[in-house]
T-cell receptor, first 111, second 113 residues
Framework: GEDVEQSLFLSVREGDSSVINCTYT??????LYWYKQEPGAGLQLLTY?????DMKQDQRLTVLLNKKDKHLSLRIADTQTGDSAIYFC???????????FGQGTELSVKP | EPEVTQTPSHQVTQMGQEVILRCVPISNHLYFYWYRQILGQKVEFLVS????????KSEIFDDQFSVERPDGSNFTLKIRSTKLEDSAMYFC???????????FGPGTRLTVT
């Protein structure tokens, strides 16, 4: 079946890089996403990658996709205290299709 | 920047009562979704809606749930007879036809007592 797994917690120092990892089981995944959720807020779409890509960079964010191992990662360069939030990995098979979410990784950035 | 809005932000209701959660998707989007997140658990898909009909629904979306697009801007989720286990954060999302990105609203926290 479809499943997405993430580690629950990550703690880094301000200025360091953060790497949040995600694994998924659905080999038919077409789009893979990273969402950010700050306390009391909704889900903010950070970035996404098509399954035919292996890397996407957007300012401080770098997404790496290893399709063979079904492994997705989000690297945040120069992590700031404002990056403290829960980060969700999600995948879908097709445009307009349902998103399957991981359980979220809580990123804590210490000054 | 256009955004998805949801009302109310928090709804408290008694078990057995009907609730309607409201969403205004981004105006030129054509796909609409409801998800829920029970405290401490994953965000779960409930239903997707396109061209005035349900395109997909999960096992959670049973006969107690219904969705409607009553006019050109609103998208609603109705729970006919709420149960304690319906307590959760409910998120609405929308996406543009032909694109993969889904944009989420801030959520409605539903508390069933």
């Amino acid at each position: 079946g479809e499943d997405v797994e993430q580690s629950l917690f990550l703690s880094v120092r301000e200025g360091d890089s953060s790497v949040i990892n995600c694994t998924y089981t659905d080999s038919s995944s077409t789009y893979l996403y990273w969402y950010k959720q700050e306390p009391g807020a909704g889900l903010q779409l950070l970035t996404y990658i098509f399954s035919n890509m292996d890397m996407k960079q957007d300012q401080r964010l770098t997404v790496l996709l290893n399709k063979k191992d079904k492994h997705l990662s989000l690297r945040i360069a120069d992590t700031q205290t404002g990056d403290s939030a829960i980060y969700f990995c999600a995948e879908t098979r097709n445009q307009g299709g349902k998103l399957i979410f991981g359980q979220g990784t809580e990123l804590s950035v210490k000054p | 920047e256009p955004e998805v809005t949801q009302t109310p932000s928090h709804q408290v209701t008694q078990m057995g009562q009907e609730v309607i959660l409201r969403c205004v998707p981004i105006s030129n989007h054509l796909y609409f979704y409801w998800y829920r997140q029970i405290l401490g658990q994953k965000v779960e898909f409930l239903v997707s809606f396109y061209n005035n009909e349900i395109s997909e629904k999960s096992e959670i979306f049973d006969d107690q749930f219904s969705v409607e697009r009553p006019d050109g801007s609103n998208f609603t989720l109705k729970i006919r007879s709420t149960k304690l286990e319906d307590s959760a954060m409910y998120f609405c999302a929308s996406s543009l036809a032909g694109r993969g990105e889904q944009y989420f609203g801030p959520g409605t926290r539903l508390t069933v007592t």
